[in-house]
């Protein structure tokens, strides 16, 4: 029988309601009074400072929800259950037209957002693939040409509800088209594993 091998996929998770309603107003709550770097392409997207959890104990419980999310995707990543511990947090409050350019995360392995209101359907997070060097390129794209994981790169997440969270490795790409719909409030986060170790050849990450 023929076979079509999915080679070299990337790993994406998502986790449906990991935070109940209490956890996710009160996020929303400390995010809203407290956005106040606008980002430096869209002036309806706000962020808070960069929070570590231990600095709070509403971060901490959260994160103790999500180390063992980020041990399950990384050992997809890196085949072992790794030490994860998260760099870092911060809120995005995303109003009406607002948008995220595209961009990935440096300096970390695993990054996730938490949705904290519903997201229109404009505004959901679109992942996609690399530009490439400075190949010429070939595509064969039209309304007669069915997409697929080997020709799309492009992929919109699928809709979600508050308190869902998606990982992914840090070094996607990703963006966020301008929101036709209302406030979108969303946590974000990076994480990083103690210790990588390829037969011998080890390095360990702190903050
Ligand atoms: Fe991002």
Redesign the pocket.
């Known amino acids: 029988m023929d076979q079509i091998i999915e080679l070299f996929p990337i790993p994406f998770m998502r986790v449906e309601k990991l935070l109940d309603t209490e956890s996710i107003e009160a996020i929303k709550h400390q995010f809203l009074k407290s956005v106040k770097n606008t980002n430096a392409k869209s002036l309806q997207l706000s962020h808070s400072e960069m929070l570590s959890p231990e600095e709070n104990p509403l971060f901490k419980d959260i994160s103790e929800l999500i180390i063992p999310k980020l041990c399950e995707f990384g050992l997809l990543m890196f085949g072992e259950r790794l030490s994860w511990s998260i760099k870092e947090m911060w809120g995005n409050v995303l109003q009406t037209n607002g948008y995220?350019a595209m961009?990935?995360?440096a300096n970390c392995f695993i990054?996730g957002?938490i949705y904290l209101t519903p997201s229109h359907p404009s505004a959901n997070t679109i992942f996609m693939k690399g530009p490439g060097g400075r190949d010429f390129a070939f595509s064969h794209a039209s309304s007669q040409t069915e997409l697929g994981p080997f020709n799309a790169d492009k992929w919109v997440s699928p809709d979600v509800t508050p308190g869902d969270m998606v990982l992914f490795p840090s070094y996607l790409l990703?963006e966020v088209r301008p929101n036709l719909g209302p406030l979108r409030i969303s946590l974000?986060f990076n994480a990083i594993p103690t210790r990588l170790d390829s037969w011998g050849y080890a390095i360990g990450f702190s903050r």
Do not use: K, R, T
Request: no cysteine; proline share 0%; hydrophobic share 25%.
């Open positions: 995220q961009h990935n995360h990054s957002v990703h974000a």
